[in-house]
């Protein structure tokens, strides 16, 4: 059995070829080509999570970045089935990683991770120094880069100047109805999987909609509450989301932000939002309830943040990280509203946060 492997893994370096990382700055990072043989571009930005690789490709808030894990070996547990995954498909643009693993060991490994990029048309390049690509990028900023594994020519591509929301929203709504008398609309800005599956577990029906859904004039459900969720981009760019929350501050039904949702929540009262320099991704973020002074471990994605002085009359900020001083979270007075940076149903605690979900249904009659 083992020359057998010996064998395996000479034919797979004999096919190997190599890769380009290209930084718009002009850095060029070679490495070794694996997953799809196509090109593709995006923001280049790092990851230091040492685990959950898969919830972390499949993670809609990453659509149109090329994302660097500097945790030296990537795919050694393999992929497992699809109800694992955080969405229908892997969402980046391209992985840098410095080893990828051939030969995952796992009881629900169902593939490697070069078969599952090949399946989703994802290139990959290893080989690469990730922890220096990381140090260059915390110095420098997030920049746009484009990953080259053939000659075809493409251009660079900002995720950030369009509405990139709209891609991975959902095209209609769905209903799950859960025998409840509380229904709480899930405006889908590119929302995780387990956010679903934490609504659904407190018992309440879920109405999931597009991002630009409004529910209080497209639907005869009637809502008790209404949940943003995470996703990518720019959260200036969803306009139409924007207006929506703004309507339902106005009619003083509970608000839950969740990442992105976070800082829509900011824009439709009032506050302003900026970009990050390099953004908060991993699953060991710190971040500080300034109600309690109680401390958390915490899951984050995002490259955008809310400017904590630009918060209105009626608004304060709720979290802070205790890394960068970065707002972590804003709630209303009055506690109708709230929104959290970090990610309540990530699992780095493994439910630290989890009660931000408890809090928001308690405020629903």
């Known amino acids: 059995m083992s020359s057998g492997i010996i064998l395996t893994k000479k034919i797979y370096k004999s096919k190997k070829q190599m890769a380009k990382l290209i930084l718009e700055d ?52 393999g992929v497992p089935l699809q ?14 990683v ?3 693993c051939l030969f995952p060991s796992h009881y629900q490994n169902q593939k490697t991770l070069h078969q599952w990029l090949l399946e989703n048309n994802i290139p990959g390049i ?39 929301v709209k891609k991975v929203s959902l095209k209609s709504p769905k209903f799950f109805k ?34 630009n859904f409004n529910p209080f004039t497209q639907t005869k459900i009637k ?11 720019n959260p200036k760019m969803v306009k139409e989301t924007i207006t929506i929350v703004r309507q339902a501050i106005a009619r003083k039904i509970p608000i839950l932000g969740i990442c ?20 908060h991704r991993a699953v060991n973020q710190p971040v500080k309830d300034l109600k309690t002074n109680r401390c958390f471990i915490t899951s984050q994605n995002h490259g955008f943040a809310v400017n904590p002085s630009s918060l209105p009359k009626g608004w304060s900020q709720w979290f ?14 009055d506690g109708q509203s709230m929104g959290v940076q970090f990610h309540p149903e990530g699992h780095p605690g493994p439910e630290d946060t989890a009660f931000v979900f408890d809090m928001f249904l308690e405020k629903i009659k």
Request: with cysteine; proline share 3%; net charge positive.
């Open 26 to 77: 002009g850095t060029i990072i070679k490495g070794k080509h694996f997953g799809a043989k196509n090109n593709s571009s995006g923001e280049v930005v790092f990851s230091t999570a040492m685990t959950g690789y898969v919830e972390s490709l499949t993670d809609p808030s990453y659509k149109g970045q090329i994302l660097v894990f500097t945790y030296p070996l990537v795919g050694n547990y």
């Open 83 to 96: 109800k694992f995954f955080q969405s229908e498909k892997i969402q980046v643009s391209g992985l840098v």
């Open 98 to 100: 410095s080893k990828h």
């Open 126 to 164: 290893s080989e690469v120094d990730t922890r220096v690509l990381t140090q260059k990028i915390r110095q420098k900023g997030t920049m746009l880069g484009k990953v080259l594994v053939n000659k075809q020519e493409i251009d660079f591509y900002d995720p950030n100047k369009e509405n990139i």
């Open 178 to 211: 859960n025998n409840s008398s509380k229904t709480v609309c899930l405006l889908d800005c590119g929302f995780k999987r387990a956010i679903l599956d934490h609504l659904l577990k407190r018992k309440v029906n879920i109405l999931v909609a597009p991002w």
């Open 223 to 233: 809502i008790q509450g209404l949940v943003v969720s995470n996703g990518p981009g």
């Open 260 to 279: 992105l949702g976070n800082q829509i929540l900011a824009l439709a009262a009032g506050a302003n939002t900026y970009k990050l320099k390099f953004g």
């Open 320 to 333: 802070v990280n205790l890394n960068d001083q970065t707002c972590e979270g804003i709630i209303s007075d």
